[in-house]
């Protein structure tokens, strides 16, 4: 990347999150008036850790990931792989192949994040549990370990033979609803739960209570959450959040804690399967 196409990505990313800043400070205020402000004091050393572990993700970890996505995608391709899809979303038109990717995406991700909860990629998926102060940025809390495992998502969609405009628009549409179900609201969405996530759902995933933790984990659609047995939303969600590894403070100690795991002494996993008694 050229330093022009740099400065102007940074550019882009102060903007979009100082935009996303704004709008769930407004909504925080509406929601909870001047505990907000409290609320938002309580997170400050949570953020700035966001805000670092954001800076190194998207600068350096992200691009490589894009990368290594795009190589195995042509790799793929070059053994004579026929996208099985891609006639058919041509034939379907651009509305019904924008849903049906975002759909599925949402699909392939769920499974992801439950391969995250396993024995073995917990460590790295830990780190993104480990906020204590859930708020939308916290959505960006995330170690390169577990960023890798987004790769899946975008090589799954790309075998399916989605066109890059729908599997960029599925990318998108789950960034910013991811935002929104990891800010601080006591939402449950009422009827609409039934079929999406909603703040006080994905909060109870993020909770430090393992059996709690081990549910609810698609980004939009609950309906899969539902149909695999891992919905949990009795309501907002008021218990501790994080995980109950210890870790060194600050950003160093992020993302030095997966090799810490691996190597030393493990985590505690949370699994998909646990039960909420």
């Given at each position: 990347?050229?330093?022009?196409?740099?400065?102007?990505?940074?550019?882009?990313?102060?903007?979009?999150?100082?935009?996303?800043?704004?709008?769930?400070?407004?909504?925080?205020?509406?929601?909870?008036?001047?505990?907000?402000?409290?609320?938002?004091?309580?997170?400050?050393?949570?953020?700035?850790?966001?805000?670092?572990?954001?800076?190194?993700?998207?600068?350096?970890?992200?691009?490589?990931?894009?990368?290594?996505?795009?190589?195995?995608?042509?790799?793929?391709?070059?053994?004579?792989?026929?996208?099985?899809?891609?006639?058919?979303?041509?034939?379907?038109?651009?509305?019904?192949?924008?849903?049906?990717?975002?759909?599925?995406?949402?699909?392939?991700?769920?499974?992801?994040?439950?391969?995250?909860?396993?024995?073995?990629?917990?460590?790295?998926?830990?780190?993104?549990?480990?906020?204590?102060?859930?708020?939308?940025?916290?959505?960006?809390?995330?170690?390169?370990?577990?960023?890798?495992?987004?790769?899946?998502?975008?090589?799954?969609?790309?075998?399916?033979?989605?066109?890059?405009?729908?599997?960029?628009?599925?990318?998108?549409?789950?960034?910013?609803?991811?935002?929104?179900?990891?800010?601080d609201l006591p939402w449950t969405l009422g009827r609409l739960n039934w079929v999406f996530n909603?703040?006080?759902?994905?909060?109870?995933?993020?909770?430090?209570?393992?059996?709690?933790?081990?549910?609810?984990?698609?980004?939009?659609?609950?309906?899969?959450?539902?149909?695999?047995?891992?919905?949990?939303?009795?309501?907002?969600?008021?218990?501790?959040?994080?995980?109950?590894?210890?870790?060194?403070?600050?950003?160093?100690?992020?993302?030095?804690?997966?090799?810490?795991?691996?190597?030393?002494?493990?985590?505690?996993?949370?699994?998909?399967?646990?039960?909420?008694?």
């Amino acid at each position: 990347m050229t330093l022009p196409a740099f400065a102007k990505d940074a550019f882009d990313q102060a903007i979009d999150l100082g935009l996303m800043a704004i709008f769930f400070a407004a909504l925080a205020l509406l929601v909870k008036g001047a505990k907000a402000w409290s609320d938002a004091r309580a997170a400050a050393e949570e953020t700035r850790i966001n805000g670092i572990l954001f800076v190194v993700d998207h600068f350096l970890v992200a691009p490589v990931i894009v990368l290594i996505a795009g190589a195995i995608g042509q790799a793929i391709h070059a053994l004579g792989w026929d996208a099985p899809g891609a006639a058919l979303w041509a034939s379907l038109g651009g509305p019904a192949t924008a849903v049906i990717a975002i759909f599925l995406a949402d699909f392939l991700g769920y499974w992801r994040h439950r391969l995250q909860h396993t024995s073995l990629l917990w460590p790295g998926h830990a780190v993104h549990h480990s906020d204590t102060q859930l708020t939308w940025f916290s959505l960006m809390r995330m170690h390169p370990v577990d960023r890798l495992g987004t790769m899946l998502d975008l090589v799954g969609l790309s075998l399916l033979g989605f066109p890059i405009w729908a599997v960029a628009l599925a990318v998108m549409v789950r960034h910013y609803y991811g935002a929104f179900i990891h800010a601080d609201l006591p939402w449950t969405l009422g009827r609409l739960n039934w079929v999406f996530n909603a703040p006080a759902m994905h909060r109870w995933h993020h909770a430090r209570d393992e059996k709690i933790s081990g549910k609810n984990f698609a980004t939009v659609f609950s309906v899969f959450d539902r149909a695999f047995g891992t919905f949990y939303c009795p309501g907002p969600c008021n218990v501790p959040l994080g995980v109950e590894a210890t870790m060194a403070p600050g950003a160093l100690g992020q993302y030095l804690y997966p090799l810490q795991a691996w190597f030393g002494p493990r985590a505690r996993p949370v699994e998909s399967q646990q039960k909420v008694a």
